[in-house]
T-cell receptor
Framework: DSGVTQTPKHLITATGQRVTLRCSPRSGDLSVYWYQQSLDQGLQFLIQYYNGEERAKGNILERFSAQQFPDLHSELNLSSLELGDSALYFC??????????????FGPGTRLLVL | AQSVTQLDSQVPVFEEAPVELRCNYSSSVSVYLFWYVQYPNQGLQLLLKYLSGSTLVKGINGFEAEFNKSQTSFHLRKPSVHISDTAEYFCAVSDYTGRRALTFGSGTRLQVQP
């Protein structure tokens, strides 16, 4: 158990819909990262937050957005869903921004299926 | 920009045999190197990482990896595998500055057969 929790575990929805994925980082961790794992794209970094502020963006679509709340949990919002958005979405957390090379701890993921 | 190449998509091996999973990276800046393992229906777990110092890094579950700067490689090895090592293995890099996000390779599926 990494200490990172993600809800829900599974999500089935239809094209055009909007969903919210939730992540609670390990106790004390300030950084949250979101990754997408799909068969065709592999594991891709989407976005990073540190202590409530966006710090880095990767291959995140404009239809996707995220935020980190004062209690440090994070939500990833996916809207106008398309079939190709079906994937496993991981959240990871780490401690301090100054710790370059620090370990990222991954949650169990949310499996999204868009029908 | 960085990239990671895992040369083998699948590696079948018999139990108690040695195994090497290959990883090469490309980057214009110095990087940190990681190996993560993903068991079926689970998240990723860190096996080991190279930050600096000795180029031979030991990790959990008997795995080790060697950083070779001249060949830009970070191959993962285990002298004797178990059935329980069957999983997907990902090599990843992050750079020294700015973005700490990981850039992953495409993964290598290790299949340990009895």
């Amino acid at each position: 158990d990494s200490g990172v929790t993600q809800t829900p575990k599974h999500l089935i929805t239809a094209t055009g819909q909007r969903v919210t994925l939730r992540c609670s980082p390990r106790s004390g961790d300030l950084s949250v990262y979101w990754y997408q794992q799909s068969l065709d794209q592999g594991l891709q970094f989407l976005i990073q937050y540190y202590n409530g502020e966006e710090r880095a963006k990767g291959n995140i679509l404009e239809r996707f957005s995220a935020q980190q709340f004062p209690d440090l949990h994070s939500e990833l919002n996916l809207s106008s869903l398309e079939l190709g958005d079906s994937a496993l979405y991981f959240c990871a957390s780490s401690g301090q921004m100054t710790g370059a090379g620090e370990t990222q701890y991954f949650g169990p993921g949310t499996r999204l299926l868009v029908l | 920009a960085q990239s990671v190449t895992q040369l083998d998509s699948q590696v079948p091996v018999f139990e108690e045999a040695p195994v090497e999973l290959r990883c090469n990276y490309s980057s214009s800046v110095s990087v940190y190197l990681f190996w993560y393992v993903q068991y079926p229906n689970q998240g990723l777990q860190l096996l080991l990482k190279y930050l600096s110092g000795s180029t031979l890094v030991k990790g959990i579950n008997g795995f080790e990896a060697e950083f070779n700067k001249s060949q830009t490689s970070f191959h993962l090895r285990k002298p004797s595998v178990h059935i329980s090592d069957t999983a997907e293995y990902f090599c990843a890099v992050s750079d020294y500055t700015g973005r700490r996000a990981l850039t992953f390779g495409s993964g290598t599926r290790l299949q340990v057969q009895p």
